[in-house]
């Protein structure tokens, strides 16, 4: 692969070069370089969200499946701008790109793309779409005649070999807000509409979830795979299988706690494990799994720290009436996720939007939440070190000219927090809370 051609038009291009001669001068060759060829490649592809186009749609032909024939399924779109647009991370411009490039990613024609780009020229950003999660996979990278062909190196090795699974970490800093039955449920209902799921256990010293399914900590599996790095013990993994009264089966694979993680002091842990161990031990089983849940413990020590550093995207369930939860939800968005943000260097993990969990919420307990929550919103804006606008977290049908104060919840329902005692994910036993965790999979991960 030659990148000659690219390295020139980055020295051809003006500094403040406009939007089309960035697309004739450094789009084109990008895209080329990335392995699209003319007939794989559409500009002003229609998103079928009313008039909205994105500057370029690209796919791979396959066998009498022509791109630009049959107009069918892109793969990757592009939204370029002009060398004049500040792309800087933080920017207003940058902002507004990444808005457009998510919003053409969840268009009706685009339902199967996989890759989002934004270039510019002297700025470029991957982020990678699965179901209705859209996150970076890399940072917004500054391009210059020198490391452009490492850039183009990297993203074209990400949109060729794509990771199946989206890793999910289940984090608050508060306990007793329902992590572990949420991970329980949602990878229950992931599997019964068809997804592979496995679920870690990473909270060895209460090891709810293990229990919760009926399950032993191992004595020794996950421990010597993490601190001695050996391949897959053939015990890592447990198929627990369910079978409803109508016969249906579901298999939710886990991996549950482990013995001689228990009790290790924090220094000594760290001694024996890297904070990004994780996630290279789950990295090969991204390609068996739809999505890989991790439960992790309520605190931001090295377990926690772990999960969300081996996470695409951080779950975040909370309480209305609990205004640590929420005060906890907030520090992890705005201090902690960041903290591995700047550790990974690639973009990620990223928060999504909170939930209420488990909880009957009146009108009045509504307002009170939504007062507090205004007054976290206000703080964190006005944060000396980190600051930070957490109204998409808490509000996320929020737009610039009107705040929404809508937060997604799952009420307080017997049937789910009895369920662990028959070690049956309450999901699979009951059709309402089926109904819940349906909507909670929607809400999140599903287009």
């Known amino acids: 692969m030659s990148f000659s051609s690219i390295r020139q038009a980055l020295l051809d291009l003006p500094d403040a070069a406009p939007e089309p001669m960035v697309c004739s001068?450094?789009?084109?060759?990008?895209?080329?370089?990335?392995?699209?060829?003319k007939t794989e490649i559409i500009p002003q592809f229609t998103t079928g969200n009313g008039g909205d186009a994105v500057d370029y749609a690209a796919r791979k032909n396959s066998d009498g499946d022509i791109f630009i024939n049959t107009k069918s399924n892109p793969y990757l779109l592009l939204e370029a701008k002009g060398r004049n647009i500040n792309l800087s991370?933080?920017?207003?411009?940058?902002?507004?790109?990444?808005?457009?490039?998510?919003?053409?990613?969840?268009?009706?024609?685009?339902?199967?793309?996989?890759?989002?780009?934004?270039?510019?020229?002297?700025?470029?950003?991957?982020?990678?779409?699965?179901?209705?999660?859209?996150?970076?996979?890399?940072?917004c990278l500054e391009v210059t005649s020198d490391n452009v062909d490492?850039?183009?190196?990297?993203?074209?090795?990400?949109?060729?070999e794509p990771r199946k699974a989206l890793t999910v970490a289940v984090y608050n800093n508060k306990g007793g807000v329902g992590k572990t039955t949420t991970a329980v449920n949602l990878a229950a209902m992931l599997?019964?509409?068809?997804?592979?799921?496995?679920?870690?256990?990473?909270d060895p010293n209460q090891r709810d979830l293990t229990t919760s399914l009926g399950l032993k900590p191992k004595e020794d599996a996950l421990y010597s795979w993490l601190v001695n790095k050996n391949d897959v013990p053939s015990n890592l993994i447990d198929a627990c299988k369910f079978t409803s009264k109508s016969g249906l089966a579901w298999q939710i694979d886990v991996i549950s706690s482990d013995e001689k993680l228990q009790g290790l002091e924090e220094d000594r842990l760290r001694q024996l494990i890297s904070i990004n161990r994780l996630k290279q031990v789950l990295y090969p089983h991204s390609e068996k799994y739809d999505y890989i849940l991790i439960d992790s413990p309520p605190n931001w020590r090295f377990f926690s720290q772990s999960a969300v550093y081996a996470a695409d995207?951080?779950?975040?369930?909370?309480?209305?009436?609990?205004?640590?939860?929420?005060?906890?939800?907030?520090?992890?968005?705005?201090?902690?996720?960041?903290?591995i943000q700047n550790q990974r260097k690639d973009g990620g993990p990223i928060a999504l939007?909170?939930?209420?969990?488990?909880?009957?919420?009146?009108?009045?307990?509504?307002?009170?939440?939504?007062?507090?929550?205004?007054?976290?919103?206000?703080?964190?804006?006005?944060?000396a070190v980190r600051p930070i606008d957490l109204t998409p977290y808490f509000y996320p049908k929020s737009t610039p000219a009107k705040v929404n104060r809508h937060i997604f919840e799952i009420p307080s329902y017997a049937h789910i927090a009895g369920a662990a005692?028959?070690?049956?994910?309450a999901a699979y036993k009951n059709k309402t809370a089926s109904e819940y965790y349906l909507a909670l999979a929607k809400e999140y991960f599903l287009q």
């Not at 183009?152 to 949109?159: A, E, F, L, N, R």
């Not at 599997?191 to 990473?202: E, H, N």
């Open 25 to 37: 001068v450094f789009i084109s060759e990008l895209l080329k370089l990335l392995g699209f060829n």
């Open 89 to 139: 991370p933080g920017s207003a411009p940058y902002k507004s790109a990444v808005k457009q490039i998510e919003n053409y990613l969840l268009a009706p024609n685009c339902k199967f793309v996989q890759w989002g780009l934004i270039a510019n020229a002297d700025r470029i950003q991957l982020f990678r779409k699965h179901g209705k999660i859209i996150h970076p996979a890399l940072p």
């Open 150 to 160: 490492k850039i183009v190196s990297v993203v074209k090795q990400k949109i060729e």
């Open 191 to 202: 599997t019964a509409l068809g997804k592979r799921t496995l679920i870690v256990d990473f």
């Open 313 to 339: 995207v951080v779950l975040i369930p909370t309480k209305h009436n609990s205004i640590f939860s929420l005060e906890n939800a907030a520090t992890a968005i705005g201090r902690f996720i960041r903290e």
């Open 353 to 383: 939007p909170i939930f209420y969990n488990g909880e009957s919420i009146t009108d009045t307990g509504r307002r009170t939440a939504e007062e507090a929550i205004d007054e976290i919103i206000i703080r964190a804006k006005k944060h």
């Open 421 to 425: 005692f028959t070690r049956v994910p």
